[in-house]
């Protein structure tokens, strides 16, 4: 099993460096650099982006006296201008600085934000408590939910129980987080009918002033919404998952050998199918944890007001801030690697007869 993580591990470093390159090549055909965009809000024209849209890139150009390089270097001194590309570090040729910014990667040193003078690390550690909490609390629900109810359906499979649940999971599966969101807040968070649940934030303004229960009551009371907003995808896909898993396991000739010695199905359902068919699913749980937490968190995040790493990348990609771009980018895709390598390790772990190096070899 050591080569086989030793292996994985290795071919982390090719993977990484072909992510990073593919997007560092794509921004540099981007408009609108981080240069434009102090520009733009200099002379008070707000977002740089605005200009492209509403077509006075050309008015620009000419009072700038024909520069291209810059749409919005209206009477800016050209000294100026290359103080700028100096201090972001944009004077030198792209491929110098793509790879320093990988040698930097390497020994985890991801700079400075263009724009909010903090280093990378720090603003990602100050934004990660919010998406991993939304995360972790979403796989937790989606499991405690999933697993009894799609070993319910599988037991129960062709019954009205399992047709009507079913369709449930198809409408809930089909319905996007952020239009969910958007309904949970009309019906629960004083849209147009109950106010149950608060609209926006983690906690609230008192937090600090109350008791230690007083302060956990107040938090799930705030993440309630925002993590079954961010379930409802997830629980259909695991539900279905269990269900397959489990009728996969049932109709095996071991199920039918121990029914036929008189177990009952009880025994043979949780003493038997319960180990083999959980393997696919106990295993998934590290994959299941980063696709919660990093794919519907942007719009999750915005509409409850709650400021993790979604709208920390949404916000850095606007404003063309690189280093956080890049960064956040560097370390959720490693993220994404080792998580993908736990998972492997998982199912060993779960069933030990599984053996990737003699499936390698």
Do not use: C
Not at 129 to 152: D, E, F, H, K, M
Not at 340 to 357: H, N
Request: no cysteine.
């Amino acid at each position: 099993m050591g080569a086989y993580i030793l292996r994985r591990l290795l071919l982390m470093f090719p993977t990484l460096f072909g992510i990073m390159l593919i997007n560092f090549t794509l921004t540099q055909f981007v408009p609108g650099g981080p240069v434009e965009q102090i520009i733009a809000r200099l002379e008070g024209q707000g977002d740089v982006f605005q200009n492209i849209a509403g077509g006075g890139d050309t008015e620009l150009q000419q009072q700038a006296g024909g520069d291209e390089r810059y749409l919005g270097a209206r009477g800016l001194p050209p000294e100026f201008i290359e103080e700028l590309e100096r201090q972001f570090g944009l004077d030198r040729p792209a491929h110098e600085r793509f790879f320093k910014m990988i040698g930097d990667y390497l020994r985890f040193d991801f700079g400075e934000s263009y724009f909010r003078k903090i280093s990378v690390v720090d603003l990602v550690i100050e934004k990660m408590p919010v998406s991993i909490t939304l995360g972790l609390w979403s796989t937790l629900l989606a499991y405690l939910v999933s697993i009894p109810l799609g070993i319910r359906k599988a037991v129960k499979d062709g019954s009205k129980f399992d047709t009507w649940t079913s369709g449930a999971i198809i409408v809930g599966y089909a319905i996007p987080g952020f239009l969910f969101a958007v309904l949970l807040i009309v019906l629960f968070a004083g849209g147009s009918y109950w106010r149950i649940f608060p609209l926006r934030g983690l906690t609230s303004d008192d937090w600090e002033s109350l008791s230690l229960i007083g302060k956990i009551a107040d938090y799930l009371w705030h993440i309630t919404l925002p993590v079954v907003a961010t379930t409802i995808s997830s629980f259909a896909t695991l539900t279905l998952l269990t269900k397959n898993s489990f009728l996969d396991e049932i109709n095996k000739q071991y199920v039918l050998t121990a029914k036929a010695k008189g177990l009952s199905e009880g025994r043979v359902l949780y003493g038997h199918v319960f180990r083999n068919a959980m393997l696919i699913i106990i295993a998934g749980f590290p994959g299941l944890f980063l696709a919660v937490l990093f794919g519907s968190s942007l719009l999750i995040e915005t509409i409850f007001s709650l400021d993790g790493l979604g709208r920390l990348g949404y916000e850095a990609a606007v404003a063309r801030d690189y280093p956080v771009v890049f960064g956040t980018l560097y370390v959720f895709g490693l993220m994404g690697l080792l998580i993908g390598l736990l998972s492997d390790l998982m199912y060993v772990f779960v069933d030990p007869r599984i053996d990737f190096e003699r499936r390698a070899g």
